[in-house]
């Protein structure tokens, strides 16, 4: 299938968020789409499949002009879309999301379960996905529910498949597995469009990349005419002389220590520091526990055993409303269900954790210092909105998790908890969070940073812990730490 859009345009309101972008993927090449956060990348893709409507432009498909009038119409003509934010449903099995919308029944319209599970297992098995197919989607791991929605796409013997932001909570073998799936499909003669900001990723598995920025396609050239210097520039329209700022860690005093956590089951005997001033990078593979342990660490999960000390003194902290009076704040790694409200402002959403900082004694809040806060978040942040009024839903993800970021940033936590802070997140963005982790640091903050990017720990942690089956398995400083070494102690190596 070869698709060619034409000077696109689209606009929300007064927000044009595509202005003349031209994109063309040939077939049986895996086809690169970047750009920054909020540059129309997912935009440009739902146009294609119905999900929104251009203003202005034309699409052809293999010639023809077309138009689908909803994502069922495209996908039945052949196109899939696998989104960033998981559409699974919690309560349903494994094997229901797979089929749901696509049952297959008989002539006298009763489900054909044995046919579908073998199909879903097949599917799994050249996914290398173990996951259990009566098991409830909502009892699944990030990981584990992107590969659903992966298997789903597949299933569906597309000609076409946009992938956004597939691996970004995929553990380095699931990725592995879908590169080589990708492979394959591309000699069957399917074509790929594949959204990352993984820029290791695009060199490795496209063939060609298109660049936007604030929605307009800046150029398109084949992987072996271009280099990551080069794409960022375009991307950012300025040069990353470095991808991670230079820190000068001067820790202070230890402000958290664990001592002995323990979650039955998930973790055990976890004990570490994190001093004023540091970053504590906290890395494994998927499932691993990093993020059960910062859960409990929050009050999100409860503890076995062991105990939690703040500035030497032990604390309880039995839920979030505990941890946020000890001054710790958690950026999750699920933005979408756990760190936002998505139908509220991002007004709103700044200012839950901290709305008693705005009122008086008699618990009348100030709309102008509420404001003035919000206003001078969403500049620090470069956040992307026409207004703080803006629903959070109506966000890129990117903007999204800046959002996020933002609302625990103005608690003036004394411990900051970040799992996966920069997922799905561009790279000229990914900059912006880590000099404010700096700025923060230089401040007095103890951060915490969970993250699958090796890179992103190497590049921006004091100190590394390595998680493997629920124990620290290591520690390495900053000047001794290298992949290899992480890895191998996420393996269970010594």
């Known amino acids: 299938m070869h698709i060619q859009m034409n000077d696109i345009h689209k606009a929300f309101g007064t927000n044009q968020v595509l202005s003349g972008v031209d994109f063309e993927l040939r077939e049986g090449e895996v086809h690169a789409l970047m750009g920054e956060n909020g540059a129309g990348k997912s935009t440009l893709m739902n146009i294609l499949i119905g999900l929104h409507e251009r203003n202005q432009g034309t699409i052809l498909i293999d010639g023809k002009e077309t138009y689908f009038p909803s994502p069922k119409e495209a996908e039945q003509h052949g196109i899939a879309f696998i989104h960033q934010e998981l559409n699974v449903w919690p309560d349903m099995t494994v094997l229901e999301n797979l089929f749901i919308g696509k049952e297959m029944t008989n002539a006298f319209g009763i489900l054909q379960t044995k046919e579908m599970r073998t199909l879903a297992i097949e599917q799994f098995r050249k996914l290398a996905v173990t996951i259990p197919i009566d098991q409830e989607a909502g009892q699944c791991s990030v990981g584990q529910q992107q590969m659903i929605e992966i298997a789903k796409a597949l299933m569906t013997n597309a000609k076409v498949i946009v992938m956004d932001e597939p691996t970004a909570a995929l553990t380095e073998r699931e990725i592995e597995k879908l590169f080589e799936v990708i492979h394959s499909l591309r000699k069957e003669g399917v074509s790929i469009v594949y959204i990352s900001h993984r820029m290791e990723e695009i060199f490795t598995i496209c063939d060609r990349i298109t660049v936007m920025r604030d929605g307009k396609t800046v150029d398109t050239k084949d992987i072996p005419d271009t280099s990551f210097e080069e794409v960022v520039k375009k991307m950012v329209g300025r040069e990353l002389t470095e991808r991670y700022p230079v820190r000068n860690p001067k820790p202070g005093e ?241």
């Open 254 to 494: 230890v402000v958290l220590e664990a001592k002995n956590m323990s979650r039955k089951g998930i973790f055990e005997n976890i004990s570490f520091t994190v001093r004023s001033g540091e970053i504590v990078g906290f890395s494994g593979l998927m499932g691993a526990g990093r993020t059960e342990i910062m859960r409990a660490l929050f009050g999100l999960d409860s503890l076995t055993s062991g105990e939690i000390q703040i500035r030497g003194k032990k604390v309880m902290i039995r839920r979030p409303e505990d941890a946020v009076k000890h001054g710790v704040g958690f950026i999750t790694e699920d933005r979408k269900d756990e760190g936002l409200v998505l139908d509220f402002s991002i007004k709103d959403n700044m200012v839950l954790p901290s709305l008693f900082s705005f009122s008086n004694r008699a618990g009348v809040i100030s709309s102008k210092k509420e404001q003035e806060f919000v206003d001078t978040l969403i500049k620090r942040l470069l956040i992307k909105t026409e207004s703080s009024e803006t629903a959070a839903k109506n966000l890129s993800g990117g903007n999204q998790q800046k959002v996020v970021i933002a609302k625990w940033v103005g608690i003036g936590p004394n411990v900051l908890i970040l799992d996966e802070p920069t997922r799905g997140v561009d790279v000229g963005a990914k900059r912006e969070i880590y000099e404010l982790m700096n700025e923060l640091t230089d401040r007095g903050v103890a951060i915490i940073m969970v993250s699958s990017e090796l890179p992103e720990v190497l590049g921006m942690s004091d100190r590394i812990l390595v998680v493997h089956e629920g124990h620290i398995t290591g520690e390495l400083s900053h000047e001794e730490a290298t992949q290899e070494k992480i890895m191998t102690l996420a393996t269970g190596g010594q």
